[in-house]
């Protein structure tokens, strides 16, 4: 029962930062701005407790990374970023510092 408790808690929690991002990036709306990287792990290979197992999920991670990689080099650093609007830009500040204050 409580490992079901934790997987739902954990959903929530990634479902929620998720949402967030979308909206303080705008993805969704005509552009794609979050790229997730999800890699599905054997039940069971990893467990919260075990740190055993750092270095094979560091490598994983650095063989997905360079998959990715020519994918965001073309979405994100082929040309400079558009300049935020002067009003645009205050308001995702104000959102920043009351995510800030949520999360103290």
Avoid: C
Avoid at 48 to 75: C, H, Q, S, W, Y
């Amino acid at each position: 029962m409580a490992a079901h408790v934790t997987r739902l808690f954990m959903a929530g929690q990634s479902h929620s930062a998720l949402g967030a991002a979308k909206i303080l990036t705008g993805d969704g709306h005509g552009h794609q701005a979050i790229w997730r990287v999800d890699q599905i792990a054997p039940s069971g290979r990893y467990t919260l407790d075990n740190a055993g197992r750092i270095a094979e999920m560091k490598n994983r991670a650095v063989v997905e990374a360079r998959e990715k990689l020519p994918e965001l080099r073309r979405n994100f650093f082929d040309k400079p970023a558009d300049k935020l609007e002067g009003s645009k830009n205050r308001w995702l500040m104000r959102l920043a510092r009351d995510f800030r204050l949520l999360a103290i």
